[in-house]
């Protein structure tokens, strides 16, 4: 019998993208379990906001506590497999591409690494750390908080993860400028619902339903969505000029001897 050739090409892109999961699940749960060996010093440096201003974190449960640990060493699983996962799409995208193409392909995975794991440390560092602080003084003097670990973890990540994929936002908008996908003018022109994506979001990404957590969020989101404004206009001027300098190359070659 015959092998389809038409059929076939799909079927070993399929495999080898089954390969691509296959080792990228396999890596995350590895350096989970690695993690899990380090647990307790990642979750101290997790708890720092409170620990600093001596707030005691409870639990209700008694599995709760390592529920906790486990979800939190995927979480660290994830971050650490993350060069893996990347360095796997990019060996199943790249022998499709040019090699021009497939040098920006490369700084592409290279630079999102780097501002993804930027947009985490940011959030943690620049912004979580203070807003806890924040949060708490708003229960005054007569309130105490009672905080469970379990919803302070889960707090903790569902606040971290977006801002490495918001932060992903100038990387995707230079390519798209560079491909004349996106420009200046759309970004200006959408500004307004820039600031109301970012409420929205900011309120989705969000487990509490308080304004401040809202607006602490959605505050670097739009200055992200800013700096992404800029990097397209700087993109989109560089652009014009190649073109044009193209034309006049054109024109040079063009005109008689």
Request: net charge positive; aromatic share 16%.
């Given at each position: 019998?015959?092998?389809?050739?038409?059929?076939?090409?799909?079927m070993?892109?399929?495999?080898?993208?089954?390969?691509?999961?296959?080792?990228?699940?396999?890596?995350?749960?590895?350096?989970?379990?690695?993690?899990?060996?380090?647990?307790?010093?990642?979750?101290?440096?997790?708890?720092?906001?409170?620990?600093?201003?001596?707030?005691?974190?409870?639990?209700?449960?008694?599995?709760?506590?390592?529920?906790?640990?486990?979800?939190?060493?995927?979480?660290?699983?994830?971050l650490?497999?993350?060069?893996?996962?990347?360095?796997?799409?990019?060996?199943?995208?790249?022998?499709?591409?040019?090699?021009?193409?497939?040098?920006?392909f490369?700084?592409?995975?290279?630079?999102?690494?780097?501002?993804?794991?930027?947009?985490?440390?940011?959030?943690?560092?620049?912004?979580?750390?203070?807003?806890?602080?924040?949060?708490?003084?708003?229960?005054?003097?007569?309130?105490?908080?009672?905080?469970t670990?379990?919803?302070?973890?889960?707090?903790?990540?569902?606040?971290?993860?977006?801002?490495?994929?918001?932060?992903?936002?100038?990387?995707?908008?230079?390519?798209l400028?560079?491909?004349?996908?996106?420009?200046?003018a759309?970004?200006?022109?959408?500004?307004?619902?820039?600031?109301?994506?970012?409420?929205?979001?900011?309120?989705?990404?969000?487990?509490?339903?308080?304004?401040?957590?809202?607006?602490?969020?959605?505050?670097?989101?739009?200055?992200?969505?800013?700096?992404?404004?800029?990097?397209?206009?700087?993109?989109?001027?560089?652009?014009?000029?190649?073109?044009?300098?193209?034309?006049?190359?054109?024109?040079?070659?063009?005109?008689?001897?």
């Amino acid at each position: 019998m015959a092998k389809n050739t038409d059929e076939m090409p799909v079927m070993e892109h399929l495999e080898e993208l089954r390969r691509v999961l296959i080792v990228s699940i396999i890596a995350t749960i590895v350096l989970a379990i690695a993690s899990f060996f380090f647990i307790d010093q990642i979750l101290a440096i997790l708890m720092e906001p409170l620990t600093r201003i001596e707030q005691q974190v409870n639990f209700l449960g008694i599995t709760e506590p390592i529920y906790v640990k486990l979800k939190l060493s995927f979480f660290t699983g994830f971050l650490a497999a993350l060069p893996i996962i990347l360095w796997q799409i990019w060996s199943f995208v790249v022998p499709a591409l040019k090699k021009n193409e497939r040098i920006a392909f490369t700084l592409f995975v290279l630079i999102s690494f780097f501002c993804f794991i930027g947009g985490v440390a940011f959030a943690f560092f620049g912004v979580f750390r203070y807003g806890v602080n924040f949060l708490l003084q708003f229960a005054g003097p007569t309130l105490m908080p009672m905080l469970t670990i379990d919803k302070y973890i889960s707090f903790t990540i569902s606040f971290l993860l977006p801002f490495g994929f918001v932060f992903e936002l100038p990387l995707i908008s230079y390519f798209l400028a560079r491909l004349e996908l996106v420009s200046y003018a759309f970004f200006a022109k959408n500004r307004r619902y820039a600031i109301l994506a970012s409420v929205v979001i900011a309120a989705v990404i969000t487990p509490t339903p308080d304004i401040f957590t809202c607006l602490i969020v959605s505050g670097p989101m739009y200055l992200l969505f800013e700096l992404s404004v800029f990097v397209v206009r700087i993109t989109e001027r560089r652009v014009a000029r190649r073109k044009k300098r193209k034309q006049m190359a054109e024109m040079a070659d063009a005109q008689p001897q």
